[in-house]
């Protein structure tokens, strides 16, 4: 069971047909930017478009036992999600619709500040918003995993502790291994696994230390050095494969339509586009390298099966169904609108 | 020349017929709170029907000159702006064809954390975003005003002294007179009219002292102590007049789509709806009053024509056209994006 928390690959046969011979069982693909609800669903409707083409090769998962009929039928399952709130624009109506039309994580922020959560790449970072909390329970009651990838430390950590159901940061690292703006600090991971939470790591060159030129044993190395702190059977792979992307991608991604200006997110103006991947990962194909690597560094077989895919599994398994109405009435923090007549 | 700088009545022939025996030479209309792009072109083009429906009574205002039309006809000029960003999306590029549309002004947030800045209500004030100073360096390119009147303390003092041309505040009263969240304090004024901006008294009983028992005399006194301090011609009028709307509409205005909640906003679960104007501001027709009380508590007679509506006509005159390219580049703050190769 091999599973994949994030890609962002320029889709096509070649590329599914490497995720076959990578035998990698599920692949959470992002679907969203800076796309608002309309795009978003023009998205939806190009994946349908590939089920469809390429029955074959992949098919959606909505629950995971649609994982399940995929291993069976030689396929890949692919799960959807947003690495942006833009698709629920300013609705939060739209929780319940994107999880009915497939979206099984969602970035509270992108770099930015949303209507939701402060983004690492500003300034300051005042945590969940009104309309944060709200979406966050939304979202909770729905089974639209809270993913906080992108967001920054103190949003992250009050996401982890407000969210009633355990959230995700689907594609990042540990600071102290490569210290990226979007690596996570111990804080902010403990934050998340405390709470039931996962961890999904990166393979892009940005988030790795020494860039395109990590090795395998550095970065195995490095996940088992998280394992000993906060437990393997929080950790799992999100690798961020932006395979065959031109730069213009990844310039969407940093600008989307906020600023007229260049900005280079984790790039620079004398290297602004997608950095080489390491050479022992560099597509689906190259999936069971990290199983060695992980082997390796001395990670036990039951361990290794959580990391290469099983810890997702499991994750999924309790996050994408809707939260039992009890629970919620016991577990829901007590309303920050509720006013009383002497307001 | 009496302009009213801030109004949302339900409108209708009624309405329009009363801008007309109060005298009241321009109108800045809200059309939008929280309506999107699309939603706020249905808005335009409502008006465009009553402009050709009441061609008689109103007409629309672009530039400064088109109040000296509606005077030499016997129209009231109608200005329209925004109370959110909502209509501009996440998108800048939106900036430039709202204001072509005919928008003026735009308030960067509402009540809740925008893209762009933080409103009243929120538990902290980061100030600008990354995407709300790229937002202003182009509001300020094209003509549109920023107003901050909905927005927290720190936000608004940032925007006045960002903001390469003066801002404004169009519908608030100081908080030392009626300590509400909406209201301003001192420093927040003084911050905006050191920059040259314009605050609009508002008549909105939430923003008064004794609310809907605020003596005319009582509001009168507030804006001599206010001219004192801070000198009358920064001041206007923008009433909030939301004349003949259902209480469906302020529940809209607090609510629009981010919460499942009730938010009382400004009112309590007991007072949810729109309180009851003073009796001496009920609707255009009153407009007079307003000139009696000032001349009352002692203004001359050019301290109060600049009240009454001259001094927004001058702020509009330097506001509304596009800023000379060659101030733009001498006043351009140094980008926040701008990154060399070390980094």
């Keep these: 069971m091999w599973i994949d928390n994030l890609q962002y690959a320029n889709w096509s046969e070649k590329i599914f047909r490497q995720m076959r011979e990578g035998r990698v069982d599920a692949v959470h693909v992002t679907i969203a930017y800076h796309e608002n609800f309309r795009e978003t669903v023009l998205n939806f409707e190009q994946w349908n478009r590939w089920f469809e083409q390429y029955s074959d090769l992949i098919m959606p998962a909505y629950v995971v036992a649609d994982i399940d009929v995929a291993r069976e039928t030689n396929r890949t399952a692919i799960l959807f999600g947003f690495q942006n709130p833009s698709p629920i624009e300013d609705d939060i109506g739209l929780v319940e619709i994107v999880h009915r039309l497939g979206a ?13 959560a402060t983004g690492c ?19 909770n009651r729905v089974g639209l995993v809270v993913d906080m990838s992108h967001s920054a430390d103190r949003s992250t950590i009050e996401a982890a502790d407000y969210s009633e159901r355990p959230i995700a940061i689907t594609h990042a690292n540990p600071f102290d291994w490569a210290p990226a703006l ?10 998340v696994v405390q709470n039931g939470g996962m ?23 490095m996940i088992a050095r998280t394992a000993e702190k906060f437990g393997a059977q929080h950790l799992g792979i999100g690798s961020d494969l932006c395979q065959d992307q031109p ?5 969407w991604m940093r600008m989307g339509r906020w600023t007229k200006e260049t ?36 990670f036990n077989e039951e361990e290794t099966a959580g990391i290469m895919g099983r810890n997702w599994y499991c994750f999924y398994e309790s996050s994408f169904h809707a939260a039992p109405a009890e629970k919620r009435l016991l577990n829901s923090p007590p309303s920050e609108l509720k006013k009383n007549c002497s307001a």
Tied chains: 1, 2.
């Excluded at 979007?182 to 934050?191: E, P, S």
Aim: proline content about 5%; aromatic content about 10%; glycine content about 8%.
């Design 247 to 251: 730069d213009s991608i990844v310039e």
């Design 121 to 139: 790449y500003e300034a300051e970072d005042t945590g969940l918003t009104r309309m944060g909390k709200q979406v966050v329970r939304e979202m």
């Design 182 to 191: 979007r690596n996570k600090k111990d804080d902010v991971i403990q934050a």
């Design 263 to 298: 900005d280079y997110g984790e790039g620079s103006a004398c290297a602004p586009g997608f950095p080489p991947m390491p050479t022992w990962f560099e597509s689906n194909k190259d999936f069971g390298n990290l199983e060695k690597g992980l082997r390796t560094v001395g």
């Design 104 to 116: 099984r994580f969602m970035q509270l922020t992108y770099n930015n500040q949303s209507l939701l």
């Design 199 to 221: 961890l999904g790591f990166s393979l892009y060159p940005h988030h790795l230390k020494d860039k395109s030129a990590c090795t395998l044993e550095s970065f195995c190395t």
